[in-house]
């Protein structure tokens, strides 16, 4: 299940700047480019949020979704080696906060975002019988 559609991505650009970004000669973006950038914006979602949810997210918490658009758009303008600095600091953001959730210092709400159990190694404290109570002290 995609994070994000090429309708998405067409909320945050112009269908001349995905065509500009996608297209080798025409005005029409070409839908396996733009598959092609999700893909990579998905896989680098599901490498932090892997390591603390079940990946990939099904239903795709919206906030999910904005960081996949965040992440493909970038992608689609390194095609191209012209990520203007809106861009380069969107995709920083969304990295950033994706580290924190592997990190365990931020958390995605939102159904399908629940944490799956922890596979991480526990303490455990177990302790022998007393050596000193009430009845081997009674002497002293």
């Not at 095609?79 to 365990?104: C, H, M, N, T, W």
């Amino acid at each position: 299940m995609a994070y994000c559609t090429q309708d998405d991505i067409l909320k945050m650009i112009s269908p001349e700047e995905l065509a500009e970004l996608t297209a080798e000669f025409g005005d029409t973006p070409d839908p396996q480019v733009v598959g092609e950038a999700i893909s990579r914006g998905e896989a680098e979602i599901d490498a932090y949020l892997g390591t603390v949810y079940a990946v990939p997210l099904s239903p795709v918490p919206p906030l999910i979704k904005a960081l996949a658009v965040d992440l493909a758009i970038f992608h689609l303008y390194l095609r191209r080696s012209i990520a203007p600095p809106v861009r380069r600091q969107k995709y920083e953001a969304a990295v950033a906060f994706l580290k924190e959730v592997a990190a365990g210092q931020a958390v995605v709400a939102g159904a399908g975002g629940e944490p799956q159990s922890s596979n991480r190694e526990t303490a455990e404290l177990n302790s022998g019988q007393r050596i000193f109570h009430r009845d081997t002290l009674k002497d002293w």
